[in-house]
């Protein structure tokens, strides 16, 4: 990607993601198309075939509590009345590869109210349905998205993206790395949740080195 951007590694379905949603949004508002964004699904848990068991649901209730301290972020806990819950990543990961077609901006979107329909709303956003729905919600034709979501060409530009964050050694979410541009190399900003106040000054401190140089 040529000059300065960010790259954001985060998956719709990681709890300390949604807890980041604010802070990437302000990042996102305050830097604008000086410092782009572009958005790799981590793919947290993808192809998840067994149901949550006893143990897996106390863990992650565990996660989101920490999370709705640290962020302020709100939970509806209501999820933890499903039975039989598959906690797979990879459709929700699909659908956002697939209205990042449209840009980043709108994956950045996508992202932001798919983690909300998951962890405030209690919608199920492994559903194709559910996430037709959350698509035509943001605007996209829902018959046409539907498809695209369907073909085999969004499962393999979903996989594709997992495939970079594995090479890339990234190994939890959310993860923001900084780059120059051209082979410059990257800048870790982030391994996991900071609040803004942390990260905002750091980042505008890099980049006027950048303008300075």
């Known amino acids: ?3 300065p951007h960010l790259v954001y590694f985060a998956d719709p379905m990681c709890s300390w993601c949604w807890g980041f949603s604010p802070v990437i949004t302000t990042i996102a508002a305050q830097f604008g198309e000086t410092l782009p964004i572009r958005l790799v699904l981590g793919g947290l848990r993808p192809g998840t075939t067994e149901p949550m068991d006893a143990a897996s649901r106390a863990s992650v209730r565990e996660h989101w509590e920490h999370v709705h301290a640290a962020s302020g972020q709100p ?5 933890f009345a499903r039975s039989r819950f598959v906690y797979d990543t990879e459709p929700a990961c699909r659908a956002i590869v697939v209205m990042r077609r449209r840009g980043m901006a709108e994956a950045l979107a996508a992202l932001r109210r798919i983690h909300a329909a998951f962890y405030a709303e209690d919608r199920d956003v492994t559903d194709g349905d559910t996430l037709t ?13 539907r498809s695209d979501f369907d073909a085999e060409t969004a499962t393999h530009e979903t996989w594709a993206d997992f495939a970079i964050t594995q090479r890339a ?16 190399g990257y800048a870790m900003v982030t391994h996991g949740f900071q609040p803004a106040e942390r990260i905002l000054p750091a980042l505008e401190g890099w980049f ?3 303008k300075a140089a």
């Open 133 to 145: 729905d959350i698509a035509a919600e943001l605007g996209f034709d829902a018959a046409a998205f």
């Open 208 to 210: 006027a080195g950048l």
């Open 75 to 79: 939970f509806d806990m209501g999820f």
């Open 1 to 3: 990607m040529p000059g």
């Open 169 to 184: 050694g990234i190994r939890g979410f959310p993860t923001l790395i900084a780059g120059r541009g051209g082979d410059d």
